[in-house]
């Protein structure tokens, strides 16, 4: 208990201090470190902390703790920064380490960092690989589990379900609870956009727009949440794989009012956007005014081009990435914009993860249509500049492409199924061809039932394509139930709520009961063939053996030396087609019957196959 005289001698003081902070003195302080903790046993011993507060790089930071020691402070044009090279032995102890900010020896300020130990096996685990079939999710969009987070005191923008660029309240909580119903359908990964904060005015709800690296958007749940959802993922087999954004930040990110250098970003007299003409990267004929706009243009008005070549930017995103691999238990990483940033920076990031966890994997979205330039960005690509990207998944637009157009289409010499067959006969091309992810749509393009002109048969065909061509087949939320939309009108179109994902949704397009026929149908499809990709080695694993198109049917297979799966697509749309397969035959031989997987229907006699029209056959061959 104060008495008196003392509480209003405090009350002064604290009126004093308030003018004081009113009138610009404010005293020196650490608001920020990022990161705040960090593990013992990483291969780089060193980590970069950035301290962010008034005036701190007018200080001295000095520690002790053992097996701890500051290597090197940096300051830089802005003051309220500092960034200190903490080196941690491998035999430092867990704990909290206390950083002093001393002036003339003064104890000016502290902060706390947190030294972790790290889970056993963590450097070992596995990434996303072919044996892999990846959900993903707009989790805004997906499941209000906790219709309660929706509105969070302080942050910019409020819940509005009735506008289509608006927040919706899906969460974490929603997916958490839906985590079987991904996993029963086939699914071993899910893919998030990203869950990082975006305390942006307007359009919050993609997640592309992050204004804290360091914690998830408390409308989607806590960083606590999110490494429970990651951890109760792996319990049941599914791996998280987390959307990560290293060319651009949100224009509300929290340093944008107060930058630490001049070059943080990429700045210029007046807003200049990216040309998006990826090919200047690696056109050895290109101008370098054109290269510089693609590389440092801005992505949009609200998002802000990070310098990489900063080697305090790139520490600080490399750092964060590793962060949330260790700190949720991440499998995987999909790097949004990929070929965007410098591209000597973004190897080093790749190589220095996969130092880090030699088995985890990364995909690049790198939206580039045509094989021979998007080969450029794939790991060991023999490239004349002698770049090397040491990233091994990208995401096959090419082939994307393809199975937009090819189902529409009748045969030509270059159109229907012959896109789909060209398009992997550019695969000399890439050293990896199997660690592409493969999919027909995603949070940007148009909706597969939309581009398919609501054609359940169309739909069934691109499934049957994607879950037993080669690669890691990624399918986007909600065409399990034909969800529809033309994404080049507007995205918000193709980026709906789940039906049943909110309490008090008129139906529950979870359950059974709450699709219609035409949905049951694809969605039990998908569901059959991918289960049976699950436990099937030869289409994760095995070779390809194709054969060009004919009459509007084409035929490959999935191989090793004595097991393969064939696949039969009929492209016409009225006519079921019988097959003479003698042309197969170097392959066929093999085999006198099979199995067709999503029917379970038996073949005796493999000579001739009737394929009704516009379907496909899969058939193990025994
Ligand atoms: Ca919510």
Not at 66 to 86: E, H, K, Q, T
Not at 162 to 172: C, F, N, T, V
Not at 338 to 359: L, T
Request: glycine letters at 6%; hydrophobic letters at 35%.
């Amino acid at each position: 208990m104060l008495n008196n005289s003392k509480k209003i001698s405090f009350l002064l003081m604290a009126l004093l201090l308030n003018w004081s902070s009113l009138f610009g003195a404010r005293s020196i302080n650490v608001e920020r470190i990022e990161p705040s903790s960090w593990w013992i046993g990483f291969k780089e011993p060193v980590v970069q902390v950035m301290v962010y507060g008034h005036q701190i790089a007018t200080t001295r930071p000095e520690l002790k703790y053992p097996g701890v020691a500051i290597r090197r402070v940096i300051s830089v044009d802005n003051p309220n920064y500092l960034f200190i090279d903490l080196e941690i032995d491998k035999k430092a102890q867990p704990g909290q380490i206390q950083i002093a900010f001393k002036q003339s020896g003064k104890v000016r300020t502290t902060a706390i960092f947190e030294l972790l130990e790290r889970t056993q096996g963590s450097a070992e685990r596995d990434g996303f690989n072919q044996s892999d079939a990846i959900y993903l999710i707009m989790p805004d969009r997906f499941a209000n589990g906790k219709p309660e987070n929706d509105m969070i005191p302080g942050m910019k923008e409020k819940p509005n379900r009735s506008e289509p660029y608006g927040r919706h309240g899906g969460d974490l909580e929603g997916i958490r609870k839906n985590i079987d119903f991904i996993k029963d359908l086939g699914f071993t990964s899910i893919w998030l956009n990203p869950v990082q904060e975006n305390d942006q005015p307007q359009a919050s709800y993609h997640g592309y727009a992050i204004t804290d690296f360091y914690r998830i958007d408390r409308r989607l749940g806590t960083n606590q949440e999110f490494k429970e959802l990651v951890d109760a993922c792996r319990s049941r087999g599914i791996k998280m794989i987390m959307d990560m954004v290293f060319n651009h930040c949100g224009s509300e990110h929290w340093w944008m009012k107060d930058l630490p250098t001049h070059d943080w970003i990429n700045q210029f007299p007046e807003f200049t956007r990216s040309n998006y003409r990826l090919s200047t990267v690696s056109d050895p004929y290109a101008s370098k005014a054109d290269f510089e706009l693609t590389t440092r243009g801005w992505f949009d008005t609200t998002m802000p081009d990070m310098n990489l070549q900063n080697e305090l930017v790139l520490n600080y995103l490399i750092q964060n990435s590793i962060w949330w691999i260790e700190y949720s238990g991440l499998q995987g990483i999909r790097m949004d914009t990929y070929p965007y940033p410098d591209k000597d920076a973004m190897a080093v990031w790749v190589k220095r993860i996969m130092k880090e966890y030699p088995k985890f994997n990364i995909v690049g979205e790198s939206w580039i249509s045509n094989p021979a330039k998007l080969a450029y960005w794939q790991k060991d690509f023999p490239n004349k500049d002698g770049y090397n990207s040491y990233l091994k998944s990208l995401m096959d637009f090419p082939l994307a492409e393809a199975m937009s157009q090819a189902f529409n289409e009748g045969e030509g010499w270059s159109s229907g199924l012959m896109r789909l067959y060209d398009v992997l006969a550019d695969d000399h091309l890439y050293r990896y061809p199997m660690d592409l992810v493969v999919f027909a749509e995603n949070h940007d393009l148009g909706r597969m039932f939309h581009f398919y002109n609501n054609d359940v048969n169309k739909m069934k065909l691109a499934i049957a394509f994607l879950c037993t061509v080669r690669g890691i087949p990624q399918w986007y939320y909600g065409s399990e139930i034909l969800m529809d939309g033309n994404g080049y009108e507007s995205h918000a179109a193709i980026r709906k709520d789940y039906p049943g994902g909110w309490p008090g949704d008129a139906i529950n397009a979870f359950t059974a009961e709450g699709r219609t026929s035409d949905q049951s149908e694809v969605f039990n499809y998908l569901k059959k063939v991918l289960n049976y990709r699950k436990n099937s080695d030869v289409l994760q694993y095995g070779k390809t053996l194709h054969f060009i198109p004919q009459n509007e049917v084409y035929v490959y297979f999935r191989y090793f030396d004595d097991e393969a799966v064939m696949i039969l697509l009929n492209n016409n749309d009225e006519q079921e087609r019988e097959v003479n397969t003698s042309r197969f035959s170097e392959i066929l031989s093999k085999y006198s019957k099979g199995v067709e997987v999503t029917t379970g229907q038996r073949i005796s006699n493999l000579s001739t196959l009737k394929i009704p029209a516009k379907s496909a056959l899969i058939i193990e061959l025994r």
